[in-house]
């Protein structure tokens, strides 16, 4: 049923703009191509060429696969807004997620993706050809298209709801995910908001449960799943934690140089179940950074039953999460 907020909402998306840096404009990086390059008066910090001044329109370009501008921001949702903010002012107190959609067209046309960076960019305050791009296209040899966002908190992902619901409408319509073949829906965290507690109870709660990993991810399991596969690494988690890198290969888990890559989810532009996914990364963020190392050696409370309680006492605070967990079995429906 149509409500009049989400009235507003879409037509709000269709009367935004794609922001220029959201794609390549010649198929080529030069110092004007940095999302982040650019100061309040919409000059590029490298030459000072406005980027208003630039033309917009014709062929436009997926960003190479390398392409890799995000990391010195973030978005947060503050006093009723969106903001950008540097990376270093992130707290502990609060995760920061970087997303990775890949998808493959459903009609080769290229007008579709233009719309989604929009809608997607507007959904996260970015509305005109000057803003900040907090969403990119870029290529990859195994799909499509990859969608690739700016780093961004649990505050922002839920002020943004609205409009990425209408968004994720218009994707479902336009490309395919699910049963793409081998499209993948990575979300990123950062380590430098994990205290070494955390990081070793969220590493180890996932070796310890590679069926809920499955689950979660919506992949079968096995040795052959590559992208859901939790082999067990050479190392100590323990050591995983304290040096914050050293997981084997590109399996479930998988190290970049400021993130944990979380590569098991399978893409889907269902709303619900990308918030699903959000939602089971923040509830072990919430849990996980609140324990203490004398809980987890002495009650273990890191395992699977004190999460889930955690879930059972908050599902309104993750109900796509709850709802799902209830359906598979793993939270009592009593």
Request: net charge negative; hydrophobic share 35%; proline share 4%.
């Amino acid at each position: 049923m149509m409500t009049i907020k989400n009235t507003v909402v879409r037509h709000q998306l269709e009367s935004a703009t794609m922001p220029l840096m959201a794609l390549s404009q010649n198929g080529s990086l030069n110092c004007c191509d940095e999302p982040d390059a650019y100061d309040d008066d919409c000059e590029c910090a490298n030459c000072g060429t406005c980027v208003c001044d630039q033309p917009i329109g014709g062929d436009n370009y997926l960003w190479g696969y390398s392409y890799k501008p995000f990391g010195s921001h973030y978005v947060d949702y503050l006093n009723g807004g969106f903001v950008i903010l540097p990376i270093t002012d992130a707290v502990e107190s609060d995760m920061v997620y970087g997303m990775e959609l890949e998808v493959e067209y459903r009609l080769p046309e290229f007008e579709n993706v233009r719309t989604l960076l929009t809608y997607l960019n507007a959904a996260f305050g970015s509305h005109q050809s000057d803003s900040t791009a907090v969403w990119i296209g870029k290529e990859d040899s195994t799909v499509d298209v990859e969608f690739v966002s700016m780093p961004f908190t649990y505050r922002a992902w839920q002020a943004a709801q609205p409009a990425l619901a209408i968004a994720m409408e218009f994707a479902q319509a336009k490309f395919r995910a699910f049963y793409a073949e081998s499209a993948g829906g990575h979300i990123h965290v950062s380590k430098s908001l994990l205290s070494l507690t955390t990081m070793y109870a969220w590493i180890q709660f996932h070796y310890n449960n590679p069926g809920l990993i499955a689950d979660i991810a919506q992949r079968s399991i096995g040795t052959d799943a590559e992208w859901c596969y939790l082999q067990k690494p050479d190392i100590p988690v323990a050591q995983i934690a304290k040096q914050k890198y050293g997981f084997p290969g590109r399996g479930a888990l998988a190290d970049s140089t400021h993130t944990i890559e979380h590569r098991y989810f399978r893409s889907n532009l269902k709303i619900e179940r990308l918030n699903k996914n959000v939602e089971f990364l923040q509830s072990m963020f919430d849990y996980f950074s609140k324990l203490t190392y004398q809980d987890m050696a002495r009650d273990g409370a890191h395992k699977l039953v004190g999460y889930l309680g955690h879930v059972s006492l908050n599902q309104a605070t993750y109900p796509n999460l709850y709802t799902y967990l209830q359906k598979k079995g793993y939270i009592s429906c009593v």
